[in-house]
């Protein structure tokens, strides 16, 4: 099956400072999310982007699926920005399940 | 729109038990989605169901556990003789069958097998 790879694993952030986390998988995909999972274990959906580029506030990510990576920017970072940030994709078959990656762990401190 | 709910919120469970879990997708998605989330690492994919068809399983999915969507709405996740390894974040998700196929999660059912 596909697989997910996200780096870095953990970040520690001081309150203000950017961040760009990655998302590379090992094949074409038709559906990528990012999400952010809060510390009751929440998934909160930031991105639904298969392919280009998404802004929404503070946040924004890219999708280069011809060379299979994606990238979420936090700018900004609030301690709100706290949490596990997950990368999420389906291949091109035909019922979507999903494989998730297994994290980014941010810690933003004040 | 209330989003994809999920009952009970914690379910604390002696081994050999059986439990069951309840799912209900946003009203207007026709797929839903479990997976299984155990610490420190990411959801994974356990079953899928088009309207009450199931139409994907994990080789996670042993058989001890049952999925059913009876009706097409909302999805009950049997798990038979638990054991403490089953221990984890339940979780479910839904989405349309056409168009953007987003996955919402519901906030999950967390498990402790004693």
């Known amino acids: 099956g596909i697989q997910v790879e996200q780096s870095p694993p953990d970040l520690i952030l001081q309150e203000g400072a950017n961040s760009t986390l990655r998302c590379n998988f090992s094949?074409?995909?038709?559906?990528l999310q990012w999400f952010h999972q809060n510390p009751w274990g929440q998934l909160i959906n930031l991105f639904y982007i298969p392919s280009g580029t998404k802004q929404n506030g503070r946040l924004s990510a890219t999708t280069v699926a011809t060379e299979r990576y994606s990238l979420l920017y936090i700018s900004s970072s609030q301690t709100t920005d706290s949490g596990v940030y997950f990368c999420?994709?389906?291949?091109?078959?035909?019922?979507?399940?999903?494989?998730f990656g297994i994290g980014t762990k941010l810690q933003v401190i004040p | 729109d209330t989003g994809v709910s999920q009952d009970p919120r914690h379910k604390i469970t002696k081994r050999g038990q059986n439990v069951t879990f309840r799912c209900d997708p946003i009203s207007e998605h026709n797929r839903l989605y479990w997976y299984r989330q155990t610490l420190g690492q990411g959801p994974e994919f356990l079953t899928y169901f088009q309207n009450e068809a199931q139409l994907e399983k994990s080789r996670l999915l042993s058989d001890r556990f049952s999925a059913e969507r009876p009706k097409g709405s909302f999805s009950t996740l049997e798990i038979q003789r638990t054991e403490q390894g089953d221990s984890a974040m339940y979780l479910c998700a839904s989405s349309t069958r056409t168009g953007e196929r987003e996955q919402f999660f519901g906030p999950g059912t967390r498990l402790t097998v004693l």
């Open positions: 094949d074409s995909v038709n559906n």
């Open positions: 999420a994709v389906s291949d091109s078959g035909g019922y979507q399940k999903v494989t």
